[in-house]
């Protein structure tokens, strides 16, 4: 399912020939649920949850899931959100990532998240996926 197929508002549709807020400002409900691909057209998850960063109004993380059926022997991942690209033209999420990459990444057990806001933690997800430090 696409973020235009679980746009309950019509935010993405046309009005009498103009568009809404998207793709520029999306809707973060919409986006919970995306597929993510990586540029070699390989299915890497779909986006879980998207994680604001209260401290200076931004978004940190989305959160992937990845493997498992039916949640069970899912695996979840922090991915900054400065490396995801929106794919207007497959209405997707991508990351350019190797899938075995993503398949090593540093994640953790739905049942059991990390503490997000940690230096450390951050510090190590940032490395893993060459995301820039974002200033609080």
Not at 49 to 57: Q, S, V, Y
Not at 92 to 111: C, H, M, Q, V, Y
């Amino acid at each position: 399912m696409t973020y235009e197929d679980r746009d309950t508002y019509g935010m993405y549709k046309s009005h009498a020939g103009k568009k809404g807020p998207g793709p520029e400002l999306m809707g973060a409900d919409t986006l919970i649920g995306d597929d993510v691909y990586n540029l070699q057209d390989e299915h890497l998850g779909d986006i879980k949850e998207i994680m604001l960063d209260m401290r200076n109004g931004t978004i940190a993380y989305a959160v992937l899931s990845f493997g498992g059926i039916l949640t069970l022997g899912e695996k979840l991942f922090a991915v900054p959100w400065n490396v995801l690209q929106l794919d207007t033209v497959n209405k997707r999420i991508t990351l350019d990532i190797d899938k075995s990459r993503i398949e090593n990444a540093p994640g953790f057990d739905p049942d059991d998240w990390p503490d997000m806001a940690d230096s450390s933690w951050i510090s190590q997800v940032q490395s893993y996926y060459g995301s820039a430090p974002t200033t609080h």
